[in-house]
């Protein structure tokens, strides 16, 4: 079946980096676009980034635009998001996901109804 293992989370102080990696199994990864999402405290689950499966370019939404890269590793079915210049409103688990594109939307759909268990980011003073 369809698997995340999202990791590389932790407390960081503003303005430090961290590097999330997600490890996917249980479809093609190569064959679709990949997207992070964040969810913070008391809020609805949001997408971060996209990437396609094709040319590997990305989407990013403006909130982290010039601090986060997302970028994938096929030969290794892994996604990855380093975040530099982190801030406080960064704060959030850390979800990935597969993307399905859809004409009327900005970022790819999530492909697959199951996620996994998240990785937290905590950027604190």
């Known amino acids: 079946q369809v698997q995340f293992v999202e990791s590389g989370g932790g407390l960081a102080q503003p303005g430090e980096s961290l590097k999330l990696s997600c490890v996917t199994s249980g479809f093609s990864f190569r064959a679709y676009a990949m997207n992070w999402y964040r969810q913070a405290p008391g809020k609805e689950r949001e997408i971060v980034a996209s990437?396609?499966?094709?040319?590997?370019?990305?989407k990013y939404v403006d909130s982290v635009k010039g601090r986060f890269t997302i970028s994938r590793d096929n030969s290794r079915n892994t996604l990855y998001l380093q975040m530099n210049s982190l801030k406080s409103e960064d704060t959030a688990v850390y979800y990935c996901?597969?993307?399905?594109?859809?004409?009327?939307?900005?970022?790819?759909?999530?492909?697959?109804?199951?996620w996994g268990q998240g990785t937290q980011v905590t950027v604190s003073a």
């Open positions: 990437i396609t499966s094709t040319d590997h370019s990305t």
């Open positions: 996901n597969g993307g399905v594109p859809h004409p009327d939307m900005e970022f790819p759909l999530a492909a697959f109804p199951s």
